[in-house]
């Protein structure tokens, strides 16, 4: 009895450590997911910041031109930066980037990377070391609009044109505004007056509507002509408050914006074609409130143009990136001295005119620079500048084949800013 | 009568062995909760440089100068950046220059950023990815302080808290 009475006492005991034993290896199981997964969760985290930051580097690179190799070089050190640099990963291996180039034009690149994370507390379950891999896709695809039931494509895409000139007094009185005005209009006799929309904005020490835009897709050719003769002769009353004086870029170009929001049924390509000889010297509205253009009375800063304010070329700027990032190619024709200067890359607190619109224009994290034809163009649109009648008219040429949709792909229009898809 | 009195004892011994093994389990047990925690906090400092990378890279709001522009980009996060008060975010906005020397801007967020790690080991020392003429980039760092709740339970406010960091380049 007694003797019973004690196995049975010590058989109980024993059960309660056996067990605890065994709840020890399913609690060390149990910690270890939490553990080790833990880990694992915050290594893929990192990853997979690092791997999206080399693949916009990379794609950058690609986008401006550069050789894969190269491409493959600026996200390794990219990642290497970002990954190394968190302390945990001191005694990790280097993990080797895989870059994937799935279309050069417009770009499609794939960038991943594996590790092997090995567990501390897993083993006990029979695991040595966990695969993670985290990858990143960048494109420059141009967002298209949803068409129902869209048509064959045999011909190009309906265009609105929205052309802004520059008609301040410097352009004017040089010899060299014919040409503008006669190049100018090649572009819309380029256009298609049935399907194809224009409007023409002016500016000087104001802003002035001489065409606005259809409701309807078209325009009127004849009344283009007449006013594209009419601006060969500036003093005309027609022109009045559009012409002559300042440069009130910043303000046209909202302007601009505002019509071609309103649109009602925007074509395929929207457009905004600018020619400007100079700096934004005029400040015309709150830029708090860009909507309210001209509301104020136009304010002169900074004339002469090497002393033109930051407030007024940064108006011009922000015209110009809300009219993309509604989607809108940008191009723009500089003309004359006024705007060169300043050399490329530019830091902060730029001052030359053509660095901001080249600035206002490029992709993120690039410094854009002009190629031999003293154009610069990439998926937002294009800059080109000319000092004499030669080049203008390469310029608009350039316009032309835009506009026309006749260039190669890849050319301004077809693609988009480089944006992480994936 | 006698059997039920067996059974107490029996019942007692365990309960003795229980009572012993508690604190062992415990042990086992309770740090798992400053572990998540720890986990947790680097997690959400790298989703939020990552973010803020992406939007300076980006930058919608370029022009302005570079504090300004942190502080847009924090704001445009929806408070990403903002939970926790224990942290504090520095951005550098590198620019290669001719022979391999870069232009470097920084900023803070907060600017009375009371983290004294932020200012500890010079920004050479970690690692800046090389840069070509004209390339630019955008190192978002975050450091933050994490005090953990369990040992705090247990050893006072003497237990340290653990210093996070994440970084994003972009």
Request: charged share 20%.
């Amino acid at each position: 009895m007694r003797r019973q009475r004690l196995d049975d006492g010590r058989r109980e005991r024993g059960a309660v450590t056996l067990m605890a034993a065994f709840g020890m290896v399913a609690l060390i199981g149990c910690a270890g997911l939490a553990l080790d997964g833990g880990m694992a969760y915050l290594t893929r985290a990192r990853l997979s910041s690092a791997v999206d930051g080399a693949a916009l580097a990379a794609g950058r690179v690609l986008v401006l031109g550069g050789r894969f190799a190269e491409a493959e070089s600026v996200a390794q050190a990219y990642f290497d930066s970002a990954y190394f640099a968190q302390a945990y990963a001191a005694g990790l291996t280097p993990v080797k980037l895989n870059l994937r180039l799935l279309s050069q034009r417009p770009l499609h690149l794939q960038v991943s990377a594996q590790i092997r994370q090995p567990l501390y507390l897993m083993p006990v379950l029979g695991m040595r070391d966990m695969a993670i891999a985290a990858e990143a896709e960048v494109a420059n695809t141009r967002r298209q609009p949803a068409t129902a039931g869209s048509p064959a494509v045999s011909r190009r895409k309906g265009v609105d044109l929205m052309m802004v000139t520059d008609m301040s007094s410097s352009i004017l009185h040089s010899s060299d505004w014919v040409h503008v005005v006669r190049e100018s209009k090649k572009v819309f006799e380029s256009l298609d007056a049935r399907s194809d929309r224009v409007a023409q904005i002016i500016y000087g020490d104001g802003v002035k509507t001489l065409l606005p835009f259809q409701p309807r897709p078209g325009f009127d050719l004849a009344e283009m002509r007449r006013l594209n003769g009419v601006m060969q002769t500036p003093n005309v009353p027609e022109l009045d408050g559009g012409a002559g004086g300042g440069t009130a870029t910043g303000p046209a170009l909202a302007q601009a914006n505002e019509a071609l929001a309103r649109l009602p049924a925007r074509a395929p390509l929207p457009v905004l074609l600018l020619f400007t000889d100079g700096v934004a010297n005029l400040q015309c509205m709150d830029p708090r409130r860009p909507g309210d253009a001209l509301s104020v009375p136009c304010r002169r800063i900074g004339v002469p143009v090497s002393q033109s304010s930051n407030e007024t070329v940064a108006q011009m700027r922000e015209g110009i990136r809300a009219a993309l990032d509604r989607g809108t190619t940008v191009l723009i024709v500089g003309y004359g001295r006024e705007l060169r200067g300043t050399p490329h890359p530019v830091p902060e607190g730029i001052k030359s005119g053509e660095a901001w619109l080249l600035d206002a224009l490029a992709q993120p994290g690039e410094a854009p620079r002009l190629d031999a034809n003293q154009t610069y163009s990439n998926g937002n649109g294009m800059y080109c500048w000319s000092g004499d009648p030669v080049g203008l008219k390469a310029c608009y040429d350039k316009v032309i084949q835009v506009v026309t949709q006749a260039g190669a792909p890849g050319a301004p229009g077809s693609a988009g800013p480089l944006r992480l898809i994936r | 009568m006698k059997p039920p009195r067996v059974l107490d004892q029996a019942r007692g011994g365990v309960l003795i062995e229980f009572v012993l093994l508690l604190p062992v389990l415990l042990l086992l047990a309770l740090p798992l909760v400053d572990y998540g925690r720890a986990i947790w906090a680097p997690v959400a400092l790298n989703d939020a440089t990552r973010a803020l990378a992406n939007w300076l890279s980006r930058e919608p709001a370029a022009g302005l100068p570079l504090p300004q522009r942190l502080q847009q980009a924090v704001a445009a996060m929806h408070g990403v950046a903002d939970r926790g008060d224990d942290r504090c975010f520095v951005v550098t906005w590198l620019v290669g220059g001719a022979g391999g020397a870069a232009s470097r801007a920084s900023a803070r967020w907060p600017e009375t950023c009371r983290i004294e790690t932020a200012a500890r080991a010079p920004l050479a020392q970690r690692s800046l990815p090389q840069l070509a003429p004209g390339q630019q980039a955008y190192v978002v760092e975050a450091f933050g302080n994490q005090p953990p709740i369990f040992l705090r339970g247990v050893l006072g406010a003497a237990a340290p808290p653990t210093a996070v960091y994440a970084r994003a380049v972009f």
